[in-house]
């Protein structure tokens, strides 16, 4: 409307100038090297408007001559990227229907018009995976580490090829240039984190972790317990070597996840060291609410060194009593209770469990009638049954059993993956082992995959999180001996086929839209800019352009 009224009052004001001077009198004299020109004003304004048009007329030609070149070159440059935008769209639109031989067709077809694009380098990349050139998807991945805006798009393809070549070392090296450029790459730092967990690195798994946290890159409730998970494992590791350092980690963890079982159980031992009995038995108290395990309710038992067998019935019996009715509470109140020779109310206390009794249940039946009344035939029969009974909880991740806690799953590399539960394999069926065991002597022991290694389990029987041995509570694991740390295993020795490794996906993902011209780096100049489809042209033209339409 604004625009409306003000081309109305240019139009009158012009057309009272030209009324203005069509009423003036009088001639204009010109003389010139004895020439003598006479006029009337109104003829000599209309001669000087025709001279000003005739110029701009013959300077906008001789402009538009000059020019001429440059708009050649723009025009031919839009149609060179015109039909590098089409080989790439259509190159990933093939790649995502999984036509190789298209994707490879238009990638040529996108190198030779729009080779500068960064996506007709992914392009070109996407389409050698998927044909299974890996030489050709480094050599572009490699190509993209050297420019700037798609540097780490290239890292990451490298990364992945070094996942599929099953060289972790490369795999982590790329990670860690991947973290030098930017924080918050978080298959960069997962993966990066994964190989320090893997290496028992957990000083420098944490110093990931709070780089993770600094940029945002981890919910905070996660970071807390990936944090407390680690400084629980780290304690584990440190606890004969420096104690002190242990004690510290332990303290944190504990205060940072208090449901985490071993890491309630080490700080309550070096509370009740300290004699600060109360507050390891908070410690305990608060775990065991959560999440009732066996480990919580030895270390409660034990938690005031020199009590009697009586005095530790009695503390656990007050556990228990905490999580009525849950079958760990009933199993800590029956081995208490053997220990203490109260024979009468271990029995009492597995009694609502003996209609389905599981293998920690028949065992205890069997210590009990071995005790209490010396019948070896009765404790051999409780033995059978364990041997046919349900399995027990343990601890559990990603399908690999385990029979104490580890940080980190040793069949994908996952952080906090084990989690006190019935195997999945144990359930309807008596054919898997509760726990999976190989004797130290036992040279064809079964690798489980670690990003790319493998590890050998050697299990002995069940052992508490403070390193002190107790009776087996499955038959199937009853082999004495200290449980050492996992090692490494030549990746030539795994069995590739039969080793369940992260899926690898065949092509990288798309990180920008199909339709997605790029950027085009040929720096033209401001004059050769294209122009946004709604603008108009300045100048004259423009206003020429707004009288006609």
């Not at 996108?110 to 500068?116: G, I």
């Not at 990451?156 to 924080?183: C, H, S, Y």
């Not at 220990?339 to 209609?355: N, V």
């Not at 990288?508 to 950027?519: K, L, Q, T, Y």
Request: one cysteine or more; charged letters at 25%.
């Amino acid at each position: 409307m604004l625009r409306t009224i003000l081309f109305l009052v240019l139009v009158g004001l012009a057309a009272l100038a030209g009324a203005l001077i069509a009423e003036q009198t009088g001639d204009v004299v010109m003389v010139w090297h004895g020439l003598r020109f006479t006029t009337t004003v109104p003829k000599f304004v209309a001669m000087f408007g025709g001279a000003l048009v005739l110029g701009i007329i013959i300077w906008s030609t001789l402009r538009g001559l000059w020019r001429l070149p440059r708009h050649v070159r723009r025009r031919s440059r839009e149609r060179r990227h015109a039909r590098g935008r089409h080989a790439i769209t259509h190159g990933l639109i093939a790649i995502g229907t999984g036509h190789a031989e298209t994707a490879l067709r238009h990638a040529e077809a996108a190198k030779r018009h729009a080779e500068d694009d960064p996506l007709a380098l992914l392009l070109h990349a996407q389409a050698a995976q998927l044909s299974g050139d890996r030489a050709g998807a480094q050599k572009a991945f490699m190509a993209m580490t050297e420019r700037a805006d798609t540097r780490l798009l290239g890292l990451r393809g490298l990364f992945i090829e070094a996942q599929r070549n099953d060289d972790p070392v490369a795999a982590v090296a790329i990670a860690e240039e991947a973290l030098k450029l930017t924080r918050d790459a978080a298959w960069a730092s997962h993966a990066v984190l994964g190989f320090r967990c893997a290496a028992g690195d957990w000083s420098g798994a944490l110093n990931i972790l709070e780089r993770d946290n600094a940029a945002g890159a981890i919910d905070r409730a996660l970071y807390r317990r990936h944090r407390a998970v680690l400084l629980t494992a780290r304690a584990l590791e440190t606890e004969t070597s420096d104690r002190d350092a242990s004690r510290a980690d332990a303290m944190e963890a504990a205060r940072l996840a208090p449901t985490l079982v071993p890491a309630a159980v080490l700080a309550a031992k070096y509370l009740s060291e300290q004699q600060q009995i109360r507050q390891a038995m908070r410690i305990i108290e608060g775990a065991w609410r959560a999440n009732p395990h066996p480990d919580l309710a030895d270390a409660y038992a034990h938690v005031r060194l020199g009590d009697s067998a009586q005095q530790r019935l009695s503390r656990v019996e007050t556990l228990a009593a905490k999580t009525s009715g849950h079958d760990e509470g009933a199993l800590a109140v029956a081995r208490a209770a053997i220990e203490a020779h109260e024979f009468g109310k271990a029995r009492q206390a597995l009694a609502p469990l003996l209609d389905a009794p599981t293998q920690r249940v028949a065992m205890l039946m069997a210590e009990i009638v071995r005790g209490e009344n010396g019948d070896e035939g009765a404790a051999r029969e409780w033995t059978l049954r364990a041997v046919r009974a349900a399995h027990d909880p343990a601890w559990t991740a990603d399908g690999y059993i385990s029979d104490r806690w580890r940080p980190v799953s040793p069949v994908s590399g996952r952080l906090d993956a084990f989690q006190w539960v019935t195997p999945v394999a144990a359930l309807g069926s008596d054919k898997t082992a509760a726990i999976e065991t190989t004797r130290a002597d036992a040279p064809n022991a079964p690798p489980a995959r670690q990003l790319g290694q493998g590890f050998k389990q050697e299990t002995s029987g069940e052992i508490s999180q403070d390193n002190r041995p107790r009776p087996s509570a499955s038959p199937l694991s009853q082999q004495p001996g200290p449980v050492p740390p996992p090692v490494f295993r030549p990746r030539a020795g795994l069995d590739r086929s039969a080793s369940p490794g992260p899926m690898i996906p065949p092509v990288i993902p798309i990180m920008r839209a199909p339709d997605d011209p790029g950027v085009d780096d040929d720096n033209p100049e401001p004059d050769s800019e294209p122009r946004p489809l709604n603008a108009q042209e300045g100048g004259w033209r423009g206003f020429l352009a707004r009288w006609v339409g």
